[in-house]
């Protein structure tokens, strides 16, 4: 589904630093995410391609799909300022062909400090600090090779389903897809035992150390008609591609909050999309207006996707 979103682009200053000490990425590896979110429609589940950018203490979660929408929205922004170049008004138009909605959270994973941070974006970037899941694995005899890797099975209970893991034995990573870790080598392929949530390993590469091509910490920078650049923020578009650089690292310009008060902003954002947009925007001194899909009546609240089957099952009280 086509959807045309029109916003203004000015430069802005890091609205706060997280403190967190960045690791070296030294692989990243794809997954394919299914999840069958409305058990009343098995034969239409979300299809999404991800990305887990690891190292020896820290790794990344995100969606592989949204950072190409990232880097596309990037492309399209230059070359419209470029052609309205002494313009007094200057008009952006981001043009999205993304089929389905991206995962809007990134997970951070901390090992030696034992923590995890939720990042979510709105306008701002968002960030929820936890303490990282202990997982009860039980590591079976069980082998099995995915494209040549050699990797070992583990079950656990997590988050209200039964989980099987793949491990690479011989990749000493601590990480894995979602908020899946803690066995001793990456996880390379994982799915609950009804198969309704599957991550199927989709490739590996190793970083190189001075990969920095198309990677952005925190907000884009654009590079404007005279030469200079400006800093570039999208209502609703991720534009941090730091994932794609040689470090791991928590976004330079993030605002810690609770999961209470998070859920509190994205119920009034859901309630008056418009109206809330427009307050982030003044907030942080954006002049311009902020409109939604065409395809969506404005005016109306946001109609999500049927969800009755959550990734995390909460417990039977």
Known sequence: MKSILIYSVMALFAISTFAQNPDKALARVRYTYTHIQDTTQKDKPHKENMLL????????????????????????????????????????????????????????????EGKMFSKEKLLNNYLIEETAPQIGWKITKDTMNFSGIPCQKATANFKGRNWIAWYATDIPFQSGPWKLNGLPGLIIEAYDEKKEVKFEFAGLENVIADDAKNASDGDQKITMPNGSTGTLRIAGIETNTAYLGSEIRLPANAIKTTRKDLDKLKAARDKDPEGFMQAQMAANGIQGTFKRSVSTPIGQPIIKPEINNPIEIPEKK
């Open 53 to 112: 950018v690891t190292g020896k203490n820290a790794s990344v979660y995100t969606s592989y799909d949204k950072l190409n929408q990232a880097l596309n929205a990037k492309k399209q922004i230059e070359e419209q300022i470029k052609n309205q170049t002494g313009s007094n008004s200057m008009k952006i138009e981001i043009k999205s062909e993304m089929k389905s909605p991206t995962s809007a959270v990134d997970y951070f994973f901390f090992a030696n």
